[in-house]
């Protein structure tokens, strides 16, 4: 952690510029009360209302929950001058007013994630004293998905009625989510409750689909078979993807020029142990990454998805590598076990999606030190929604079609060109296809969406 230290000015002046980039969903536009709507949009909508709809509950992605953290008597490991003890919750997540250098260091080092293989149950835990708690539990307002309720009330929708939401602390791989999962089925029995027993349609978005196959990982077939109606996946990642890599190589800028948001980034990445779950995955097919391929390279060295661990060591952080070959061979997304109920994949394709990145000199393994961002970026021919590929997308398509056929589930997969990333959470006419009609339209009539997805033989095993 003494690698913070070099961060404190950074971080005051960027944080709040940065956030942009991690919690891109509160861009998003969302519809007026005097918004048109096309006719077929119309007649759906009012199907909606005057029908038996299924209660929908959402899983939001990576940094989309609100986090606030209490301490009671808990020094801090890293700074002694940080407080002991906090005046009641105070906010974690978003990024919070910093004042100074001090309140800069004392707020990322409580948001770091440590790890203790030997510790039961949980490996993933605050530190003695240390309470950590996400807002708004079965609501929107205290995420970054607080516009849904405005998408979803032309169809009928209430909060709290037959629309809920179900934050998580996204700091956590998913095998530190064993009270999300709790309160996620929970949500689930009492979503079908308030409607007559009805299925529930499961929605998930960018990491809040792994989150969903997880917490479905860990429920009988008895009672996924009583409660869910559909998963529902928009842009997955379940091969992970190489912005994971870069994000702890040297950060992630949406501008070039502002290369100290993309310290910011890097150094949050280094801090939370969810980004493990995001490196990409290597195996031998065209839908995880091939030990061959160079997915970062310096002038003396190159990585492929088989070396995360090597990177993590040359950057001076060997000491988060335990923590990464844990997560990394945890079954969710190693054994890759299908959800066990109908599910439909959404996904974007035919966009830049960076692959691969170039450094022109060598890193340093100084905890102190972020590389300068890459001078050179390589893209994914099968391209992606701008952030994940398309392999990543349709290892689903590849791994579970014929075992989902012969469990009797659905396993619908739709592509949407130009679509980026969770693109469709817009619904027409702010998006700019019908993928949110697709997904309404399937989990209330079963009709399948009319269109395309990529053969999984269509992926080039070679990049």
Not at 119 to 130: L, V
Not at 136 to 152: E, I, Q, R, V
Not at 209 to 216: K, N
Not at 419 to 438: E, I, M, S, V
Request: include cysteine.
């Amino acid at each position: 952690m003494h690698h913070l230290l070099t961060l404190g000015i950074c971080i005051l002046t960027t944080a709040s510029r940065t956030l942009a980039l991690l919690d891109w969903h509160s861009t998003l536009p969302f519809p007026t009360p005097n918004q048109e709507y096309d006719e077929a949009t119309l007649l759906l909508q009012k199907e909606f209302r005057d029908g038996e709809r299924p209660p929908i509950v959402w899983v939001p992605g990576l940094t989309s929950s609100n986090l606030t953290y209490e301490l009671v008597n808990s020094p801090n490991p890293y700074f002694p001058f940080c407080p002991k003890s906090t005046d009641g919750p105070q906010p974690l997540w978003p990024t919070p007013t910093l004042n100074t250098t001090a309140d800069a260091l004392c707020w990322f080092s409580d948001l770091n994630t440590p790890f203790d293989q030997t510790a039961p149950g949980n490996p993933y835990h605050p530190r003695q004293g240390a309470t950590v708690s996400v807002l708004d539990m079965g609501n929107f307002s205290g995420t970054a998905l607080w516009f849904m309720p405005y998408y979803y009330a032309p169809y009928g929708y209430v909060v709290g009625q037959d629309l809920f939401n179900v934050p998580f602390d996204w700091r956590l791989p998913l095998d530190g989510l064993t009270d999300f999962y709790a309160s996620l089925k929970a949500t689930i029995e009492h979503a079908s409750q308030l409607n007559n027993n009805r299925k529930v349609a499961l929605l998930s978005v960018s990491w809040g689909p792994q989150v969903a196959l997880g917490f479905l990982h860990r429920m009988t077939q008895e009672w996924k078979d009583q409660y869910i109606a559909w998963y529902v996946a928009e842009s997955p990642l379940y091969s992970g993807s190489p912005v994971g890599a870069l994000a702890v190589t040297s950060g992630y800028a949406s501008d070039p020029t502002q290369p100290a948001s993309a310290t910011y980034v890097r150094a949050l990445s280094m801090q939370v142990d969810v980004m493990m779950n995001l490196m990409p995955r290597v195996g031998t097919t065209n839908v995880t990454w091939p030990s061959n391929f160079t997915m970062v390279k310096t002038p003396s060295r190159s990585y492929t998805a088989a070396d995360m661990a090597q990177l993590y060591t040359d950057l001076g952080f060997g000491y988060n590598v335990p923590a990464l070959e844990h997560v990394q061979q945890q079954a969710d997304l190693a054994d890759f076990a299908h959800p066990g109920v109908n599910t439909f994949v959404t996904y974007g394709y035919n966009l830049p999606t960076p692959v691969s990145f170039v450094y022109d000199e060598d890193f340093q393994a100084n905890t102190s030190y972020t590389p300068p961002l890459p001078n050179e970026t390589i893209y994914d021919p099968a391209t992606g929604d701008t952030l994940v590929p398309v392999r990543s997308a349709l290892r689903g398509a590849a791994e579970w079609a014929e075992k989902m056929a012969k469990a009797g589930k659905q396993l619908i997969y739709q592509a949407y060109p130009n679509q980026t990333h969770a693109g469709c959470l817009l619904p027409p006419p702010l998006g700019t296809d019908n993928c949110f009609l697709d997904v309404m339209s399937l989990i209330f009539n079963g009709t399948k969406p009319v269109g395309s997805f990529h053969r999984v033989d269509d992926v080039p095993h070679d990049l």
